[in-house]
């Protein structure tokens, strides 16, 4: 039995999440930081807003926190 699999559940992240979570965990080395950088991301009014900005602020704690966590469990769609 593989108990990886078994406790740990697959983390699907959209590709522009997957690499910015790669990016911002570089830098960051607590979950704490990750939660709050992704709210620092450009927002509606500044110049390097993007949609993907939503996609980064929709994805939950629990979704970070795993994939901080876990990332080699980390899927990306």
Avoid: H, Q
């Avoid at 999440?17 to 965990?25: A, C, E, Q, R």
């Avoid at 620092?40 to 966590?69: C, G, H």
């Amino acid at each position: 039995m593989d108990l990886k699999k078994d406790y740990t559940p697959t983390i699907k992240m959209e590709k522009c999440v997957y690499k910015w979570f790669l990016g911002i965990s570089e830098t960051e080395t607590e979950l704490e930081g990750i939660l709050g950088a992704r709210w620092e991301t450009p927002n509606i009014l500044e110049d390097d807003y993007t949609e993907n900005v939503d996609k980064i602020r929709e994805v939950s704690d629990k979704t970070l926190a795993l994939a901080w966590l876990y990332p080699e469990r980390i899927e990306v769609i």
